[in-house]
C-alpha cells in the first residue's frame, strides 16, 4: 500500500488593505503538513533461485514471492510471506506436494537500546498447504514453528542484526528435530555511491536429534545434518522501493540429506546447498 498522504490547506486570503494610517499584508500561507507514514506495507520479489538458510527451496529454479507488514507504532506488528517453491514434493509415495511456502509471523521490535538499535522478538510459522499424505518411515510434515530474538545495530554506514531461531517443532520435515537453532549474522556497507549496498551474511543451523532416515543415501551418512551457511553480495537501490540484489550463496551441508531428492525412481538428486549466484529483483510498496 502506497503510503498515504495528507493535503495540506493553505491560506489563499491576501489583498492588501491600505488606509492613510498603515498597510497590512495577508497573512503566510501555512506549510504543508508531513506526509503520513502507513502502517502497512507490501513487498512481491521475482529470483532466479529461492534459497533459505544455504539451502534451494526452488530446485535451482525462478520463484516469485510476496507478503505484507503490519507494524504499530507500539512496536507490535504481523505479517505474511509466500514463495513458490519445488522441495515438498514425492511423486512415488502417496503424490505428497506443496508447491507454495506460506509464513506467519509476529512480535515486537522498539528501539530499547537506543537509536538504530531495535530489538525484535517474535514467532514465526512455515506452512506448506499439502496435498497426499506421507507414508511410515519417510519424511514428516514439513510444517515448522519457530521462536527468534535479534538485535539490530548501527554504526554509520554499517547496519545489520544478530538472529536466534529456535524450533518448537520438528524443522522442515525432520524427524526429532524440535529444538534446532539457528544463529545469524547479517551486515551491510552503504557505499554512498550510486545506492550501493554489499551485503555480507553467516549462519548455523544446528540440527537437534540428529536422525537417522529410511530413504536411501548414495553421498554419504545421514548422521550430521548440521551446517554452516553463508552470503557475500550487492543491492543497488534504484529508489521508489524498487532494488535489485545479487550475491554468492553457499553451504557445507550433508548433501546425503540436503539434497534436491524427489522421490522420483531414477531421478538425478543432487545436493541442495551447493554455492551459486541469486539475483532478485525487490517492489516494496
Known sequence: MKTIQKTAIALAASGLFATAAFAQTAPAAEAPAAPEVS????????????????????NYQPAIQGGFDYAHESGLYIGNWNSTINWVANTTNNGVRAPVEMDFYGGFKKELIGEGFASDFGVLQYYYPQSGSYPAGSMLNPNTTELYVAQNFTFGPVTGFVKVNYSLTNIFGIPNSGG?????????????????????????????????????ATNGSLN?????????????????GLSLAAAYVSTNANPAWWSTWTGASGANNGSAGRGGAVVSLTKTF
Open 39 to 58: 502502517p502497512i506495507t507490501a513487498n512481491v520479489t521475482i529470483t532466479n533461485d529461492y534459497r533459505y538458510r544455504g539451502i534451494t527451496q526452488s
Open 180 to 216: 534446532s537453532f539457528y544463529p545469524d549474522l547479517t551486515a551491510n556497507y552503504d557505499t554512498g555511491f550510486w545506492g550501493i549496498s554489499l551485503n555480507g551474511h553467516v549462519g548455523y543451523q544446528y540440527v537437534a536429534g540428529q536422525p537417522q532416515s529410511t530413504i536411501s
Open 224 to 240: 550430521n545434518l548440521s551446517y554452516t551457511d553463508w552470503k557475500i553480495g550487492a543491492t543497488k537501490d534504484f529508489g521508489g
